[in-house]
């Protein structure tokens, strides 16, 4: 009998340790020269970023049956063509889908997005509302660093109570998304968001995939909603544009409705404004793309504008019709052959009339460069000093961060001696992560899982880290630029942008021309950014683990610029950056 129950108990453990669950992965319409090099990568084992599985013919398409550990909930794919010496991938935004339960088949197209109607999706019901509003309650509050920030306890858990409301009644995903971001905003983090990344099929489908974005570009010029690409089939629209209305709505009552959703640093509002602006970029996402549809669904894909044009008295009604992200982008290359097509076409360098140097840095996310920025970099400051460049125009205006390294890269070039960074506190709210928090996150690395090791100490409900304090000392490079910079700064600027501007403007490395950046000057967090999951709608909310603080209060805002510029509507028209020609102004009086 003893042995008989020993057997059992082996079988079900090996059961409970070696359960596995099929995923499926089928491809069709691949490049007919790559139909044998057809394989798969991806961030879960047995799948990795560094080695190709290789798919089996069947019938016209490839496929690949895996097996994955049964607590795996979800995966992050591509399809590649690997000959062995060189490795193509897909040029679409990598592919993620949950596999929380049984087994799943997921059937692609090579290189095409996966399109989910939203009719054909069922509601989420209010049990698993209220799993994921437990877990959202719970997370935050034993994980986030800033949550009282902004916050006091009062007002928190009348947020919570919000968000607890409104999952009394089955929800669709477009309005538990809604539900999310809006009591996400509340706690006023920038890096805090319902994501417009990594998230998995369904969700990316729903809220980029859609044919329901704009056919234009725009931004807000005094809360004015003016157009700045035209990528519809209408000529009567063009750049200064005004949009009145969408659909009779009125746009500063869109812009109005729409700001409660979308995150930023403290009272920087202006941030928000510049999030809820169209780029027209398909390396990176707008909170209008996303939100606008959501909350004034287009019907039958028609968008009706009320416009007034500059040059006209009188407005006028207009039909567009709306757009998927791809078509709009690819409509505003084809339109305008200065189009950033890639984060790297938002670097330029170049020597204006007068000898004056031009650097424009528009993202620190390098990782998606394809040339090496770090050479970009020090063949630009090379040149500037074999040309005797005495001034230097720097342009981070449409930098919204990225990698660290690239701005501690571009500050060894830009200050003539050593600066330390006051450093700024550093502080968590566990030292050891959630258990129970684990099985709901993901991210690019684990080192705040313990943080016990390191030297810390309580300061009330934080954990305070001495050596880890935001503080560091930049030291010049050999062809540190010996002039004087003019930095031309944006609402744009937060995260590692926001930094930069903060050392430049602390540290008297020149004058800050244009707008109040994004970010905040007591400190932001981050630390490591959290893909945070709820167990049954699985929208991805970002989550940061540390937050930097300022030691004495200071001002609720971001940087405010020696030199405050802001353009406007005839500027545009007229192809004047005034930001810009304000620095070239002070030059020329220096």
């Known amino acids: 009998m003893k042995t008989k129950l020993h057997t059992l108990l082996f079988a079900f453990l090996s059961i409970v340790c070696f359960a596995q669950k099929e995923v499926t992965f089928e491809v069709s319409d691949i490049p007919a020269e790559g139909s044998q090099y057809i394989g798969i990568r991806g961030d879960t084992t047995p799948l990795s970023w560094e080695k190709t599985i290789f798919l089996n013919k069947k019938d016209t398409n490839y496929a690949k049956v895996l097996k994955f550990d049964t607590g795996i909930e979800s995966i992050e794919y591509k399809f590649v063509l690997d000959n062995g010496k060189d490795v193509q991938w897909e040029g679409i935004q990598n592919r993620n889908e949950s596999i929380r339960t049984g087994n799943h088949f997921f059937k692609s197209k090579w290189n095409q997005e996966k399109f989910i109607d939203p009719s054909t999706l069922p509601k989420l019901p209010v049990k698993d509302l209220m799993e994921d509003f437990e877990v959202i309650r719970n997370t935050i509050l034993k994980v986030h660093p800033g949550l009282y920030r902004y916050n006091d306890t009062v007002t928190l858990n009348k947020n919570l109570a919000v968000l607890k409301n409104s999952f009394q009644k089955p929800l669709t995903y477009d309005e538990t998304f809604l539900a999310m971001s809006k009591f996400i905003a509340t706690i006023q983090c920038d890096h805090t968001l319902v994501s417009a990344y990594n998230q998995e099929g369904i969700i990316t489908s729903l809220i980029h995939r859609q044919k329901d974005k704009v056919p234009f570009a725009f931004k807000w010029i005094d809360n004015r909603m003016i157009i700045t690409h035209n990528a519809s089939d209408s000529d009567k629209i063009r750049k200064g544009s005004e949009v009145l209305s969408m659909n009779g709505i009125p746009s500063s009552d869109i812009l109005e409705t ?333």
């Open 258 to 590: 729409l700001l409660p959703y979308i995150t930023a640093d403290g009272a920087t509002v202006q941030n928000k404004i510049t999030k809820a602006q169209v780029d027209g970029y398909l390396f990176r996402y707008n909170a209008f793309d996303v939100l606008y549809p959501l909350i004034f669904p287009i019907q039958n894909n028609e968008i009706k504008l009320v416009i007034k044009n500059p040059d006209q008295q009188n407005t006028f009604e207009v039909s567009l019709k709306s757009v998927t992200r791809k078509e709009r982008n690819e409509r505003l290359v084809k339109r305008n052959k200065d189009f950033p097509r890639t984060p790297e076409d938002l670097w330029k360098f170049e020597i204006l009339e007068n000898n004056i140097g031009y650097l424009k840095i528009g993202s620190f996310a390098t990782d998606d460069f394809k040339t090496d920025w770090k050479f970009m970099l020090k063949d630009a400051f090379k040149e500037m000093k074999k040309k005797k460049v005495e001034n230097l125009v720097l342009d981070i205006r449409e930098n919204q961060g990225g990698l660290d390294d690239a701005s501690y890269e571009l500050e060894k070039y830009i200050y003539q001696k050593n600066v330390v960074a006051d450093g700024l506190e550093s502080r968590s709210r566990f030292l050891e992560f959630p258990e129970e928090v684990k099985p709901h996150i993901q991210t690019w690395d684990y080192w705040f899982y313990n943080l016990k090791e390191d030297e810390n100490y309580k300061k009330g409900i934080y954990y305070v880290f001495p050596r880890n304090r935001t503080k560091k000392s930049i030291k010049p490079s050999n062809t540190t630029f010996k002039g004087n910079i003019y930095m031309l700064t944006s609402a744009n600027n937060v995260s590692g942008a926001f930094y930069l501007a903060r050392l430049f403007k602390k540290s008297k490395g020149g004058i800050l021309i244009g707008q109040e950046t994004g970010g905040n000057q007591n400190g932001i967090n981050g630390g490591a950014i959290l893909f945070f999951k709820p167990p049954n709608s699985r929208i991805n909310i970002n989550l940061p683990v540390m937050g930097s603080f300022s030691t004495e209060p200071l001002s609720n805002s971001g940087i405010i610029p020696d030199v405050i510029v802001d353009g406007t509507v005839e500027d545009l028209i007229n192809n004047i950056d005034s930001e810009l020609e304000k620095a070239i102004e002070l030059i020329n009086k220096n």
